[in-house]
Every structure is written in C-alpha cells, then in structure tokens.
C-alpha cells in the first residue's frame, strides 16, 4: 500500500461514520469514505484521491466526543448504542494497541456477526476492506490503518441490530435459484430500519433462509460465499432499479465476510455464511422488486468491455456505490468470466447519479 491510503484514514477519521439523520444518526447516510479510497488505492486506479477527499468530505459530520470508557465485562450493554460510537472507538483503539489486530478481530467477530445488518450492512463492509489492507501490508501496519479498523468494528457495534427469525441453510437451492425465491415483502415503504422490523414478522422470512443449500463441509464455504457474491451482483441487472443504493450491499456484505475468512478459524466459517446469506436475504426481501427486469434486455444496452475499462469507467463516475460495486463485481468476473457482470458495472452506474 502507498502511504496516500494512511493520509486518506487520516483525514477521515476526524469524521463520524454516517451524517444526516437525526439526532441520534437514525436514517442519515454512511461515510463511504475509507471504503472507497481503499478500493481505488488498491486497484490503482486513475482517480484523483485528494481531490476526490475534498468534495466528498463536505457532506460528512464531524466525530463527536467521548462520554464514558466501555470497560471489558461491560461491553455487550453499549452494544447497538449509537451514542456510544466515540466510546467504541476509543475502546477499539486501546485493544489494537495493546494486542494484534488479528487477535482482536477473531474476538470480536462472533460477538458482532449476529449484527450483520448494523448500518445497513457497512458495518461488516467497513471492517472488511480495513482487513483487506492490513492483510496486504507488509511489516508493521500503519497506525492508521490499524485506526480504520478501529473506527469500523466501533460502527458496528454501536450500530448492532440482531435480525429475528435467522435459520441456518437446509435446503436445496444454489445462490443463483435462492436469491430469486426470497419471499419480499409487501410493505417496501420507509427506512431500512422499519422495514427490518416488519421482515421479522413476515412469515416467508425463515423459510427464505432455510431454502439455501447449505455447505457440505468447512471448507467448501469459501467456494459458496463466492457463489453467494456472484450470484448477487449479476441479480443487480434485473433488480437494481428498485432501489440502486440499498441493492449493491447484496452484493458487497457476502463479499466483506469472503474476504475476512482467512483471518478467521475455520469455526466461524459455517456461522459467518448463515450470516451473510441471512445479510443478502434481507436486503433483496426489503428492496427488491418483486418482478425482475428482463437482464438480457439490459445487457444489450451496453457495450462489451473489459475489466480494466469497467474499473475506470467506476472511478469517472466517482460515486461511492459505484466504485464499491465494481470492485465486487469485476472480482467476480475474474471468478467467472461472466461478461454480465462488467455490463452490471455500467448499469449501476447508469441508475446512480454522478456525485
């Protein structure tokens, strides 16, 4: 990594991790910031990442003050407390200081995956591309690096929400005939968290989730998250006129958990795919729209390219969403060779304004 990422997390980090919303950051918007500029740092794409800083900094709310240390047999009553986000950095902070960010991760990564969905997912999200630089830093992280994991397992956690009704896979779907099948939700109006809460009482929910095909082993649950992936981000085509934003995270929470399982033992593979597929369900049952688009149709419309075009096509558009995206669906494209997944890229950046 090139020192311009350490400076992005440097000046990102005297920012809160969502602005707007209300007082208590309900419904507001999340700082997309360390996530996108990982993506373009490590991708090396051409972006000016300082200039990009300067106009997307404007929106964001400063990071509020501390108010009271979460102490270590304490922590699980501060759990899914937004006011308590500064405290969960400052607690995060003392713990990668004190011990290895490995170690810090494999503890803490249980205790959160059942609040896979805190923040609309980017909690996961955020901890996920953190990891990805500190798995590709050689010798000694940078402190900020080890700050940005800090401020994204502190997101999560005063961001946590359980979602009720989780079963794990027992069925005989693959990702690609799963993800279709998610019962949706009649009611698709208001925030994410309204409409969480009426998922939990929908009586398609548990059945959406148990329908997956589980693992037949530990090891062959790297190999399903990534069909997981894949599956999600070629669904984009047909599904993510019904909410642009909010459907890109079907793609990118499986993703985060694929990338942080190396890290992880293989015990906590199996629970972080009922998680992630739970992640995925949620959001298609929230947001999709009940009727796919035609994805041959949409498909025709754009040009073919390769992957090197549809990363810098991404970083043209300069959207956050955008660039996430893409970077999710060219790594599955690099899987699968499916050319619907780069015209998926221009797709998503044809539904999302240009910042």
Not at 98 to 119: F, H, K, Q, T
Not at 145 to 152: F, K, Q
């Amino acid at each position: 990594m090139t020192e311009a990422l350490p400076a992005a997390y440097e000046r990102l980090h005297a920012y809160g991790p969502e602005f707007g919303g209300d007082e208590e950051g309900n419904h507001g918007m999340t700082n997309h910031g360390p996530m996108a500029v990982e993506v373009m740092v490590r991708r090396g794409l051409d972006i000016d990442v300082e200039g990009w800083l300067d106009r997307y900094v404007r929106r964001l709310a400063a990071l509020p003050g501390t108010s009271a240390a979460i102490q270590p047999g304490e922590w699980g009553a501060a759990l899914g407390q937004a006011r308590r986000l500064p405290d969960w950095a400052a607690y995060f902070r003392h713990e990668l200081v004190e011990r290895p960010w490995s170690d810090v991760l494999v503890e803490w990564w249980p205790r959160l995956l059942p609040g896979i969905v805190a923040g609309s997912t980017h909690g996961v999200i955020r901890v996920s591309h953190a990891v990805r630089t500190l798995r590709g830093t050689a010798g000694a992280p940078a402190r900020q690096t080890l700050d940005e994991l800090a401020h994204g397992l502190a997101f999560w956690a005063a961001r946590y929400r359980e979602l009720a009704g989780v079963a794990s896979p027992e069925g005989n779907l693959t990702p690609q005939r799963a993800l279709p099948a998610v019962t949706r939700l009649q009611d698709q109006s208001g925030f994410i968290a309204h409409r969480l809460d009426r998922l939990e009482r929908s009586p398609g929910w548990t059945a959406s989730l148990r329908a997956l095909e589980p693992a037949a082993s530990v090891d062959e649950v790297p190999a399903r998250l990534e069909s997981l992936v894949d599956s999600a981000a070629k669904v984009y085509l047909g599904l993510g006129h019904g909410s642009p934003v909010l459907l890109v995270h079907a793609a990118t929470a499986p993703n985060a958990v694929r990338h942080v399982l190396p890290v992880l033992p293989t015990e906590q593979w199996s629970p972080s795919l009922t998680a992630a597929w739970a992640a995925v369900a949620a959001v298609i049952a929230t947001y999709a729209p009940a009727r796919p688009a035609p994805c041959s149709e949409i498909v025709r419309r754009y040009p073919e390219l390769n992957r090197e075009d549809a990363l810098q096509r991404a970083a043209e558009h300069g959207d956050e969403h955008v660039l996430k995206f893409a970077d999710t669906a060219v790594e599955s494209y690099d899987r699968t060779g499916d050319p619907e997944l780069l015209a998926a890229t221009l797709h998503i950046a044809k539904l999302i304004d240009r910042p």
